[in-house]
Structures are given as C-alpha cells and as structure tokens.
C-alpha cells in the first residue's frame, strides 16, 4: 500500500510544482525545462505506482477470498466424488475395484482422510486426470460433477498468484524505485535553490518547497509553526477535507483519520486547501471514522482544525 515516505516525497513534489507555476522566466528560482520535466515525470510515475500498490493490496485481499470459497466448494464436491464412489452398489462393483477406484482418485485405503487446502487441490487435481482412465465408465466422477471441480479449481489456480501477494509485492518494488528516484530529484531541486543566489542553503526561498534554509549561529529562530486551519468541512462522495485557507505559515495541509478508540493515522496530503482522506488507504465500509486537518511547513505540523465524524459505506 502507499506509506509515509511516499506520501511525503509526493507532497514535496506538488508543492515544488505549485511554486514554480507562480515563477516568470526571469526568476532565479525557476527550474529550468530540464530538470522540472523531470520532476513531473517522476512524481506522475510514483503517483501512478503507489496508486497500484492500494489496487493490488485490494485484489490480494479479493482473491484471497475467492480462494478460501472456491477450496470449500472443492471440499464439497470431492466429499460428493467420495459418496459417488462408495454408493456404488455391490451388484455394480466389486469390493477389490471400488477400493481401486478409491486409490485412483486419491483417496487411501478408501478413507476420507484430513482436507487439508494442499489436499483438497491434490484430489481435485486427481479427480481431473484420473477420471479419463479407470476402466468402467459407471465408476467414474459423473460428468456434471468433473465440471463443478474443474471449474473451482480453475478459480484456485487463477487467484492463488495474487492471494499469496506476488503481484502485490512486484508493485511495492516498482513503487519503491519511483520512490527513489522522486526522492533524488527532490534532492536536486533543493540543491538548484541552494545554487541560485548568494545565499546558497540560507534562502528564505526554501521555505516556499516546505524546505528549512539554515541559520546562522545567533540568529533568530526559524518560521513558527503554521497556524490552525478555519473551520474544515467534508465531502463525504469525494471524501475529502477542504479548509476556507491555507493556514498561515503552512505549505501544505495533512489529513488525519482514525477510528474509535484508534490510533491517528496520516490518510493524506495536498499543496492546495482540499485534501483526500483515502489517499493511503480506502475506508472500512461500516466504520466510524475522526477526520481533521493540519497545517504543516518545513518545522512540522502545526495545531488540528475541528473534528468530523463519518460513518464509512
């Protein structure tokens, strides 16, 4: 899923932008083509691979279940393959070949045994490529049954790859090294700043990318921390915070959400006066959530705006 480090890379990235869209061309401080094309680039690949990240932690946790369903269903089905067999009248088979059909698809010494979710695929499995070869047709798996099983199987085999998080840890690593390289032009265009006038990393123009410039020994103490937001209201279809203003001294707001009784969680961040509470991670339908927001600058953030409940669907 997205964290925190991703979350706050992406911030430092919007805001980067939003600064430099307010620059003309003379500015000192406006990145060139170069280097601004490339911080869009990154941050537009992140943004697109942390998203995928929630997409697939969301399909593992639905594959899982059609896993968990479609192995019951199996179980079900196979217990039917075993009744088949052992409803078999006397007059239909003998004792020796029932016990050899038994053997056949799987079943040892004509007992059910353990189903366990690695056997219950292993008699399905066998239930397939066994059926074709024992000698009398009226002993085997019907033909209706053999399809239920294949077809459950079939969901098995589909979902299992998500369900165990391959997919979902490929798109972690993809996501960690847009990470990485977000983080190092981030690194450059705080060096570009540091470069553009004689103050070198002492410019209040830092500030502005929710960066600290450093202070001399002896000089004053850097920016406060921003101010509380106004009153803060929320849109329960977009799920989103917005403020009337961006809080003084604050670069960016914060959302924070938690449950009751919960611990207070970062679900998201903006450069601008709305926020989307699911940015990192989507709510549980029938859970009552706190949403608030905070103004946070190059110090931290700064004091809560005012609570509000809402109950997830």
């Known amino acids: ?163 165990t998080g391959g997919t979902a840890q490929a798109a972690t690593d993809a996501r960690d090294a847009a990470l990485e390289l977000l983080q190092l032009i981030n690194a450059r265009v705080r060096f570009f700043y540091c470069n553009a006038s004689d103050d070198l990393d002492q410019t209040a123009e830092l500030v502005k990318i929710g960066r600290q410039p450093r202070r001399a020994s002896g000089e004053a103490q850097s920016q406060p921390l921003p101010a509380a937001p106004g009153a803060v209201t929320f849109a329960a279809v977009a799920l989103t915070l917005t403020a009337p203003a961006m809080p003084d001294h604050a670069t960016t707001l914060r959302a924070y959400r938690r449950v009751a009784g919960g611990t207070a969680e970062l679900a998201g961040s903006s450069p601008t006066t709305t926020v989307s509470v699911v940015e990192l991670g989507p709510l549980t339908s029938g859970v009552t959530y706190e949403f608030w927001l905070v103004g946070r600058n190059s110090r931290g953030d700064g004091p809560e705006s005012n609570h509000i409940t809402h109950i997830a669907t």
């Open 1 to 163: 899923m997205p964290n925190q480090t991703s979350l706050e890379q992406i911030e430092l990235a919007e805001l980067t932008q939003a600064v430099d869209d307010g620059r003309v061309a003379a500015d000192p401080f406006k990145m060139i083509a170069a280097t601004r094309t490339l911080l869009d680039a990154r941050l537009a690949d992140l943004k697109t691979k942390d998203s995928a990240t929630l997409t697939t932690e969301a399909g593992r946790a639905t594959s899982s279940a059609n896993v968990r369903t479609a192995l019951e269903q199996l179980r079900t089905l196979l217990r039917d393959g075993f009744n088949f067999v052992q409803g078999l009248g006397s007059f239909a088979i003998t004792d020796a070949d029932r016990l050899g059909v038994f053997t056949a698809y799987g079943w040892e010494s004509g007992l059910v045994g353990d189903f366990t979710d690695a056997r219950i695929e292993s008699l399905a499995n066998q239930a397939i490529t066994a059926t074709p070869g024992i000698a009398d047709p009226a002993h085997r798996y019907p033909a209706a049954l053999l399809a239920l099983i294949t077809t459950q199987l079939g969901i098995v085999n589909t979902n299992q790859p998500l369900a």
